[in-house]
């Protein structure tokens, strides 16, 4: 199983957008609307942002919201704070209980 | 509070075997699918393992199937994961997960593996 792509960085100045692709396939990202978005600071364990596409658990701020189109799901972090400085991976159902991750975009407050 | 708390990691020679154990507290263990992620060294993500609430049901990622088995003990609220014939491209840091709605929402501190001779 192949990992979804995701660009390797982005980065946005305080208070702006960033959106994260994460492009797979119609077998993953496009055939199941389990696609979540995980935050991971240097030497901490992942934290769950969004889950099924679009839904936040509780505790995480809404300026962090999911969608998807087709085969490409995206992560768009609104009002970048500094500790939104991080590495996000996208996951995602892939059909025969199978799942994969992306292989990560790190984030960059400018 | 939720709490997943992993153990049992360290290093191994190639060809070896370990047994990774994770503590789970704060909630309804036997109530939720549980699975194991790892990070190699400067890596991304990779899912390992699921396993299903009663352990009826267990699925891998095809790199490590035949080799690795996930487990689980609801009595002890422990999940588990023996892993055989160990390689180095195995040497990864390992977490615990709890997988809900085709998510991992909560997850352990990990504990690192290194398969090295």
């Known amino acids: 199983q192949s990992a979804l792509t995701q660009p390797p960085s982005a980065s946005g100045s305080p208070e702006q957008s960033v959106t994260i692709s994460c492009t797979g396939t119609?077998?993953?990202?496009?055939?199941?609307?389990?696609v979540s978005w995980y935050q991971q600071h240097p030497g901490k364990a992942p934290k769950l942002m969004i889950y099924?596409?679009?839904k936040r658990p509780s505790g995480v701020p809404d300026r962090f919201s999911g969608s998807k189109s087709g085969n490409t799901a995206s992560l768009t972090v609104s009002g970048l704070q500094a500790e939104d400085e991080a590495d996000y991976y996208c996951?995602?159902?892939?059909?025969?209980?199978?799942?994969?991750f992306g292989a990560g975009t790190r984030v960059t407050v400018l | 509070e939720v709490q997943l708390v992993e153990s049992g990691g360290g290093s191994v020679q190639p060809g070896g075997s370990l047994r990774l154990s994770c503590a789970a507290s704060?909630?309804?263990?036997?109530?939720?699918?549980m699975s194991w992620v790892r990070q190699a060294p400067g890596k991304g993500l990779e899912w390992v393992a699921n396993?299903?609430?009663?352990?009826?049901?267990?699925y891998y990622v095809d790199s490590v199937k035949g080799r690795f088995t996930i487990s689980r003990d609801n009595a002890k609220n422990s999940l588990y994961l023996q892993m055989n014939s160990l390689r180095a491209e195995d040497t990864a840091v390992y977490y615990c997960?709890?997988?809900?709605?085709?998510?991992?929402?909560?997850w352990g501190k990990g504990t690192l593996l290194t398969v090295s001779s």
């Open positions: 997960t709890r997988h809900l709605y085709g998510s991992h929402d909560c």
């Open positions: 704060g909630f309804s263990f036997s109530a939720h699918w």
């Open positions: 396993i299903k609430q009663d352990g009826s049901e267990k």
């Open positions: 119609s077998t993953d990202v496009g055939g199941y609307n389990y």
């Open positions: 099924e596409v679009t």
């Open positions: 996951y995602s159902y892939a059909g025969n209980n199978n799942f994969v």
